[in-house]
């Protein structure tokens, strides 16, 4: 079965290195300042010509309280008003970018994120999805995927009206933990009455998923502890969890600096907590799809995942992964043909330049056809956990064999070791090596040796 997974300590703790999440391949680390604008408009006429679908992501970056776990691209005020001048200059680009695309090309997916998108008034989100909605062709049959992340302090049952009333018919949840001195050593004090309320309000208004967010390895954290939180989520039903694993850097991001290291949870702490989790979800009928997310057997990305269909892009696990991204907003990526690009991650700087009539472009990266091959290579192994070599060679035209021939003594070794079985036609990843998965991408990664491995968190 896909969601088999074997618990291995012993390989846990040799593999657990620091590298990329493989939203993308190349990663953001490898974006450069010679990708900009006029890049952003040949990819999106090359969108146009191919009348590909598409898939939208908005970034609302303001939050009311800061959470000092948080590594967002984000906006920390009380200041409700300070969204106008974001959301002008939002509409701008969202007229911009639209102006370059075909009205037949139909958005399958949007996602709203941040920050909190809730910050935004009910008539800033009926404006925005409104100009979205003037600028692109959304659909009008609720087939669509239709996102938003949502926090139960900034929502209730007329915010979750309003949003399906927009045409959003998913969401997602940030829970984090449920232990009261956890919420306290992070700074969000949430309780689950809030979260079971929008909860409640989603399946009323017959939204068609809903994920939580958790994330384990915060301060005060212990695994009696984080037994209990999980076992309230379980009772909650989400069809889609997210259990991220966090990555204390407070020399990267300010707010972590007020988290105290000394109570953080020991590695082997950690490494129990997140082997209790998974025994509680796989208990609960939750299967595991890989990268710290798992999903009812019912969801769309179990099914996917079942058929070797399943993708991954900036969002995350999508079955939308044939759909050009377009990223809109301060620090916002967009995955369009064999361009990445990303806008600038200051917003007085995003704001000044879209009040030029410029775009935001501020970096990118155009994948040559090495990249195209090991992006291919790293989408199948962690999607799907299996890897067809002549599917490889047939696509591109290479022997697998021949080319990747250096990477050959260490996919041997992790086959010695249990990850991976390895043959001449295929590699397929064992269920003690699918927790370890990143490391097997990693063997892939040709720039990886280039990079400062700290800018990465830790596999597990």
Known sequence: MLDAIRWDTDLIRRYDLAGPRYTSYPTAVQFHSQVGTFDLLHALRESRKALRPLSLYVHVPFCANICYYCACNKV???????????LQRLEQEIQLIACHLDPRQKVEQLHFGGGTPTFLSHDELRQLMGHLRQHFNLLDDDSGDYGIEIDPREADWSTMGLLRELGFNRVSIGLQDLDPAVQRAVNRLQSLEETRAVIEAARTLQFRSINIDLIYGLPKQTPDNFARTVEEVINLQPDRLSVFNYAHLPERFMPQRRINSHELPAPAEKLQVLQRTIEQLTAAGYRYIGMDHFALPDDELAIAQEESTLQRNFQGYTTHGH???????????????????????????????????????????????????????????????????????????IDFRGYFGELWPPLQAMAEDGLINLSNESIEVLPAGRLLVRSVCMVFDTYLEQQNRQRFSRVI
Do not use: H, M, W
């Open 76 to 86: 920390i005020t009380k200041d409700r008003g300070r969204a106008l001048p974001y």
């Open 323 to 397: 759909c050009d991204l377009i990223g809109l907003g301060v620090s916002a990526i967009s995955q369009i043909g064999d361009l990445y690009c990303q806008n600038s991650s200051d917003l007085t700087q995003y704001q000044n330049l879209l009040g030029g009539a410029q775009l935001a472009t501020s970096r990118g990266l155009v994948c040559n056809q090495d990249d195209r091959i090991r992006r291919a290579v790293i989408q199948q192994l962690i999607c799907n956990f299996n890897l067809d070599f002549e599917a490889i060679e047939q696509q591109f035209n």
